[in-house]
């Protein structure tokens, strides 16, 4: 691995460390912990009603999650949020709360998906 590309890795690590303190608590509230009590990475599969099935990798402790569509992954930020969860990028959000998941990218027509069992 080259300087440069160590050095854009600890960045990103950087910024997932700030934004880690952002409230929000991605899909169900059954999710795993580890010993410490913080909540656990994890992914979660949805079922989309007007697209193609297509998952999200949550890392909570980093306050990123990773967006599984097409064979195509896309990380997004946490954001604040009322209720529920948010994450975003330039061009793709995602809220939810509970197993419901809408998804928005770019100009498309929203994905409304629910989480598989």
Excluded at 66 to 75: A, D, F, S
Excluded at 77 to 88: D, I, K, L, N, T
Excluded at 105 to 112: N, V
């Amino acid at each position: 691995m080259d300087m440069r590309t160590m050095a854009a890795h600890a960045a990103a690590l950087a910024v997932a460390g700030l934004v880690a303190g952002c409230a929000a608590t991605p899909v169900a509230a059954d999710r795993p912990v580890t010993n410490d009590g913080s909540p656990q990475d994890r992914e979660v599969a949805f079922t989309c009603s007007n697209g193609p099935d297509l998952s999200v990798r949550f890392f909570p402790a980093q306050g990123v999650a990773v967006l599984v569509r097409g064979g195509q992954t896309t990380e997004l930020q946490q954001e604040p949020s009322g209720s529920g969860f948010v994450y975003a990028s330039r061009t793709t959000t995602i809220r939810g709360k509970g197993d419901d998941l809408t998804v928005e990218i770019g100009r498309m027509a929203p994905l409304q998906c629910k989480a598989k069992p």
